[in-house]
């Protein structure tokens, strides 16, 4: 079994400019969640999708990051435009129903600079 | 406050010796996670509690509902137990995990 799988795993890019991470979480997991990890600080939740649908999406800032899982399947995370601030750790995690365990991925390491 | 407070925030040890890691929360909870983070790796879930106590090798999780606290031990800690753990709860009906800020483990040989 593969695991959560994210790509990429590092990526420097300049302030106002967009940006994407791609998540393919374990096959036949239903829940997936995105995650913005700071330094030094826990993981927060940014969104929480059931199959192909969003059903927390309160911490995400929605007028800069966008995320979509077509097909209930992969889903991506996009800033635009990045600030310096969204420099973090995005980790995606996949769980077989919300009531189970997660599996994590080894996130993406997004410096803006 | 935040609702879920780890201690110690670091951590250093010589190998071999019994770590012990704390978790107190502040809100009803289904579950407790212990997680394990290494350095530039992701995230690893170690145990998955809602009563009792839980053992996987050298690590042993338990946790009091009544005084909303958990642990985490080690018993003969080793280098590569170094690591970053994490404490997640997930809130009564709020289907998401909330996690504690951390706690860096270092073992020395």
């Not at chain 1, 374990?26 to 993981?43: C, K």
């Not at chain 2, 040890?13 to 704390?22: H, K, R």
């Not at chain 2, 579950?31 to 394990?36: I, R, S, V």
Request: a neutral charge; glycine letters at 10%.
């Amino acid at each position: 079994e593969a695991g959560v799988v994210q790509s990429p795993r590092y990526k420097i890019i300049e302030k106002k400019q967009p940006v994407a991470f791609w998540c393919n979480p374990i096959s036949g997991h239903n829940t997936l969640y995105w995650y913005r990890q700071n330094l030094g600080q826990g993981p927060e939740l940014l969104i929480r999708y059931e199959n192909e649908e969003a059903v927390d999406d309160s911490q995400l800032p929605k007028d800069r990051f966008s995320a979509e899982r077509l097909k209930g399947v992969d889903s991506t995370l996009k800033i635009q435009p990045a600030e310096l601030g969204d420099s973090a750790v995005y980790l995606c995690a996949s769980s077989l129903d919300v009531g189970y365990g997660y599996t994590f991925g080894s996130g993406t390491r997004l410096t803006v600079v | 406050k935040n609702e879920v407070e780890q201690s110690p925030q670091n951590l250093t040890a010589q190998e071999g010796e019994f770590i012990t890691i704390n978790c107190s929360y502040s809100v009803g909870i289904s579950a407790l996670h212990w997680l394990q983070q290494h350095p530039g790796g992701g995230i690893v879930s170690l145990f998955m509690l809602s009563s009792g106590k839980k053992k996987h090798g050298r690590l042993i999780a338990t946790i009091n509902i009544q005084e909303k606290h958990s642990s985490l031990h080690i018993t003969a800690s080793h280098p590569r137990d170094s690591a970053v753990y994490i404490c997640a709860v997930k809130i009564q009906g709020a289907q998401k995990l909330v996690f504690g800020q951390g706690t860096r483990l270092t073992i020395n040989p």
